[in-house]
């Protein structure tokens, strides 16, 4: 029913940016957040941004500044411009979208996309 599809991983030398995209379809409705979390290695998978219907935005400290989340509600698609790319932001990426009741919600993923930074 709702599939997303992600687009922009690859590899990146440190310093280097790289943008990543995301397009959700399917019958989605309602209070919802779509986000970026990754992946690397012997690592959980950790939130690096999300971004709310009404707007709001967080962010792992540790991309703070460099990263930055941005969607287009109609389409319900979700970007992620990485800036300053290091090596320890090495990892699969994976959209998600949270789709929310007042007492449930709902998750989907996408794929993944393999982001390396490496000189």
């Known amino acids: 029913q709702v599939q997303l599809v992600e687009s922009g991983g690859g590899l990146v030398q440190p310093g280097g940016s790289l943008r990543l995209s995301c397009a959700a379809s399917?019958?989605?409705?309602?209070?919802?957040?779509m986000g970026w979390y990754r992946q690397a290695p012997g690592k959980q998978r950790e939130l690096v941004a999300d971004i709310t219907n009404s707007g709001i935005i967080n962010y792992v400290d540790s991309v703070k500044g460099r990263f930055t989340i941005s969607r287009d509600g109609a389409k319900y698609t979700v970007s992620l411009q990485m800036n300053n790319l290091k090596p320890e932001d090495t990892a699969t990426y994976y959209c998600n979208l949270r789709i929310r009741t007042d007492v449930h919600s709902e998750d989907y993923w996408g794929q993944g996309t393999q982001v390396t930074v490496s000189s």
């Open positions: 399917g019958a989605i409705n309602g209070r919802n957040t």
